[in-house]
T-cell receptor, first 112, second 111 residues
Framework: SQTIHQWPATLVQPVGSPLSLECTVE??????LYWYRQAAGRGLQLLFY??????ISSEVPQNLSASRPQDRQFILSSKKLLLSDSGFYLC???????????FGPGTRLTVL | TQLLEQSPQFLSIQEGENLTVYCNSS?????LQWYRQEPGEGPVLLVT?????EVKKLKRLTFQFGDARKDSSLHITAAQPGDTGLYLC???????????FGSGTQLTVLP
């Protein structure tokens, strides 16, 4: 069966510091991968998605970037965090049938 | 850009009551999913509907896809405190690889 991992689970960072969030998927090959951000109690905002190694599509221009160095690894980064980057970050992989997406446990990021 | 509107945004009910959550759009979806999310966790897929008029049941939860595949509803019978959570609908259009998410319905079931 497929599983998806995210780390760290929580992170507190000062404004202007760098960021690296990691997502890995097990049990499937060449998955479509997604990064979302969620404000408290609200819907999901798509940030990036990737259909393969080195292929990244950006949905929202901002100071975040994403990379996919390996088939089942997806990384979200920033060189300098802003206060507005605080939120709950979710990684997901997509199953081709019916476009279903399955989510990791998320990372709670607080920028102070 | 497709929009999915969910209503109500917040719902607080007593245990044993029934409720319905709505998800509406002007776009036609090839498939629509419902997710449930608990605080601090990722959303969990409850159901996928793909055929206009389709009805799916998951214990006390009934999901319906509109005939025109533009809207959906989630009905919970005899709600329990364990049903508390954020309910999200999400739709896929055509062959797009992305999902459009609704803004969510925060349900609280009081014992």
């Amino acid at each position: 069966s497929q599983t998806i991992h995210q780390w760290p689970a929580t992170l507190v960072q000062p404004v202007g510091s760098p960021l690296s969030l990691e997502c890995t998927v097990e049990g499937t090959s060449n998955p479509n991968l997604y990064w979302y951000r969620q404000a408290a109690g609200r819907g999901l905002q798509l940030l990036f998605y990737s259909v393969g190694i080195g292929q990244i599509s950006s949905e929202v221009p901002q100071n975040l970037s994403a990379s996919r160095p390996q088939d089942r690894q997806f990384i979200l980064s920033s060189k300098k965090l802003l206060l507005s980057d605080s939120g709950f970050y979710l990684c997901a992989w997509r199953r081709d049938s019916y476009n279903e997406q399955f989510f990791g446990p998320g990372t709670r990021l607080t920028v102070l | 850009t497709q929009l999915l509107e969910q209503s109500p945004q917040f719902l607080s009910i007593q245990e044993g009551e029934n409720l319905t959550v709505y998800c509406n759009s002007s776009s036609v979806f090839s498939s629509l999913q419902w997710y449930r999310q608990e605080p601090g966790e990722g959303p969990v897929l409850l159901v996928t509907v793909v055929t206009g008029g389709e009805v799916k049941k998951l214990k006390r939860l009934t999901f319906q896809f509109g005939d025109a595949r533009k809207d959906s509803s989630l009905h919970i019978t005899a709600a329990q405190p364990g049903d508390t959570g954020l309910y999200l609908c999400a739709g896929a259009t055509g062959s797009a690889r992305q999902l459009t998410f609704g803004s969510g319905t925060q349900l609280t079931v009081l014992p």
